[in-house]
């Protein structure tokens, strides 16, 4: 869909009308790939994944427990902060709630936020209510099929706007990161990658919170 076609403009009046499109965003039938740093590869033998921090006990588990984890699909409407949105994206995966209502994962009360840690060293923090809601997924397929690697594979946590689902916070799509490794439960929030280059800590996609001021 080119980005002057009237396809695209049709979709965004959709869009708009059913009070779906943020403000400042303009609709693709494309998937941007954006990231920092180069593509990291993967290692199924050493790969494991961890939660630690406010958390009665620490998780750790390698690619073949995880995908034993019961999944669920999810269809997300994405919007990132370089103004492009996709809709009705479809997302498999695990979510955190999950790991919780298994007994897999039992938090301390302390617990209030959640620091993401991916390969290279990135990071990315979310308010626990977030991670712990419908729309915040640690996906290992999109649209039917394993991840790319350019799009996070294996695993990546994505964050996006459920249609009609106006009891959820939606921030913008950085505030998922790619090639996640880890999950801290902190009782103290922490910036992430972009928050301390100057994104907007809270990223609330109806407020345009971008950048910092």
């Known amino acids: 869909m080119n980005q002057n076609s009237p396809n695209r403009k049709d979709l965004e009046a959709q869009m708009r009308q059913a009070g779906r499109l943020p403000p400042g965003q303009i609709a693709t039938d494309k998937f941007p790939v954006l990231h920092y740093g180069a593509i990291p590869t993967f290692n199924e033998a050493d790969w494991n994944f961890k939660i630690y921090g406010e958390v009665e006990k620490p998780l750790t588990l390698n690619w073949a427990t995880f995908q034993e984890l019961p999944r669920i699909s999810v269809r997300l409407d994405l919007h990132c902060v370089t103004r492009w949105s996709k809709f009705d994206t479809l997302w498999e995966g695990v979510r955190v709630r999950t790991l919780l ?17 991916a390969e290279r060293d990135f990071t990315a ?15 290992t397929h999109y649209d039917g099929q394993p991840l790319t690697p350019e799009h996070g594979y294996p695993l990546r946590a994505v964050v996006g706007a459920i249609p009609g689902r106006k009891d959820l916070k939606d921030v913008y799509f950085w505030k998922g990161a790619k090639w996640l490794r880890s999950l801290e439960f902190s009782a103290s929030d ?17 407020k345009e919170e971008r950048i910092e001021l």
């Open 101 to 117: 209502d298994e007994g897999l994962l039992t938090l301390k009360p302390e617990a209030r936020f959640v620091i993401q840690y």
């Open 125 to 139: 923090n979310l308010p626990l209510e977030v991670v712990l809601s419908d729309n915040f997924l640690l996906a």
């Open 190 to 206: 922490h910036k992430g990658f972009w928050e301390m280059a100057g994104y907007h800590n809270e990223a609330d996609i109806w």
